[in-house]
């Protein structure tokens, strides 16, 4: 499967993103996904998964009550809408897909998108 990661942009703090992960090639329902970001000079982080059926989501401690994320099969498409979001969620934003089960960690995905760039202003 192919992902292509969009919806990334300069906001402010407290403002809100939507980012959309469009995924082509195969069915994008026989896969969970996951978002994962890497800020500036750190290590990529595990952000949020949803599995195939989007009946259930994971989040990290640090987004939990502020990022939300979604599927819609019939589209093809995940989505991760963040809102109330601070100057440390700048970061390249991926999303990854798997059809082993949801997780945390990123070596469990095989398949990536190419990353997008939020940038959160003070």
């Known amino acids: 499967v192919q992902l292509q990661a969009s919806g990334g942009g300069l906001v402010q703090a407290g403002d809100s993103l939507r980012l959309s992960c469009a995924a082509s090639?195969?069915?994008?329902?026989?896969?969970?996904m996951g978002w994962f970001r890497q800020a500036p000079g750190k290590e990529r982080e595990f952000v949020a998964a949803?599995?195939?059926?989007?009946?259930?989501?994971y989040y990290a401690d640090s987004v939990k009550g502020r990022f939300t994320i979604s599927r819609d099969n019939a589209k093809n498409t995940g989505y991760l809408q963040m809102n109330s979001l601070k100057p440390g969620d700048t970061a390249v934003y991926y999303c990854?897909?798997?059809?082993?089960?949801?997780?945390?960690?990123?070596?469990?995905?095989?398949?990536w998108g190419q990353g997008t760039l939020v940038t959160v202003s003070s």
């Open positions: 090639g195969r069915t994008f329902s026989n896969y969970d």
């Open positions: 949803i599995t195939w059926s989007g009946g259930t989501t």
């Open positions: 990854a897909a798997d059809p082993k089960g949801p997780s945390r960690f990123e070596y469990d995905y095989d398949y």
